[in-house]
Each structure stands twice: as structure tokens, then as C-alpha cells.
């Protein structure tokens, strides 16, 4: 088993910035079991989608949405992921999920961190 806790989410004026952590935990043997860690967001009335991943050898993938305005890093030795969130857009409002996926194909979910981009 694996526990993701989240932080870092608010309320943030247009163009302005957050950083969210995602702090991961549980036995050794689950941590080292990690493959990827990434961020998906939830907006109302929409599905769930993927932001950005992170793999453990530092391979990241992006949404087009927010490529160049988000960056997605990994400190391995505190099991945490993090979402630096740059330029932010009303649009890049929702509730954002940390997940991690184990090379035995599990996948775990944060409760979600909010995050409002309003004026």
C-alpha cells in the first residue's frame, strides 16, 4: 500500500503561480515499487485528465494545455513529486489528484488538492 498525501493547492489571481507537493508513504518495499508519479485535474462536470508524469528514470509527459507553463519534478529520496504551476489560466481550475503506478501495475490516488485561478 501506498499513501499520497497532497499539499500546496489555493486560490491564485490569473497569471499568477502554485507549487503543489505530493508526498508519498508506506512499506519500502511499496515505495520502491514506484514507477511513475504524475498529477491528473478534475474540473466541475468534467472527467478526470491527465496533467503531467514523471517516470522513476525522469522521463516526463505533459498535457498540451500546459506545456510550457507547468513543470513536473521528482525527489526521490523524500518520495515526493512535485507541480510547479506557472501562468496559471481560470481554465486550469479544478481539484488536482496525485497518482502513482507501481511496475505491478497498482495505482494509487491522493484526496485531491484544489486549486482556483480567479481574479
Known amino acids: 500500500q501506498v499513501q499520497l498525501v497532497e499539499s500546496g493547492g489555493g486560490l491564485v489571481q490569473p497569471g499568477g503561480s502554485l507549487r503543489l507537493s505530493c508526498e508519498a508513504s508506506?512499506?519500502?518495499?511499496?515505495?520502491?515499487?514506484?514507477?511513475?508519479m504524475g498529477w491528473y485535474r478534475q474540473a466541475p462536470g468534467k472527467q478526470r485528465e491527465l496533467v503531467a508524469t514523471?517516470?522513476?528514470?525522469?522521463?516526463?509527459n505533459y498535457a498540451d494545455s500546459v506545456k510550457g507553463r507547468y513543470t513536473i519534478s521528482r525527489d526521490s529520496a523524500k518520495n515526493t513529486v512535485y507541480l510547479q504551476m506557472n501562468n496559471l489560466k481560470p481554465d486550469d481550475t479544478a481539484v488536482y489528484y496525485c497518482?502513482?503506478?507501481?511496475?505491478?501495475?497498482?495505482?494509487?490516488w491522493g484526496q485531491g488538492t484544489q486549486v482556483t485561478v480567479s481574479s
Open positions: 497518482n502513482v503506478n507501481t511496475y505491478s501495475h497498482l495505482s494509487y
Open positions: 508506506g512499506s519500502i518495499r511499496s515505495i520502491l515499487s514506484i514507477y511513475t
Open positions: 514523471i517516470t522513476s528514470g525522469g522521463t516526463t
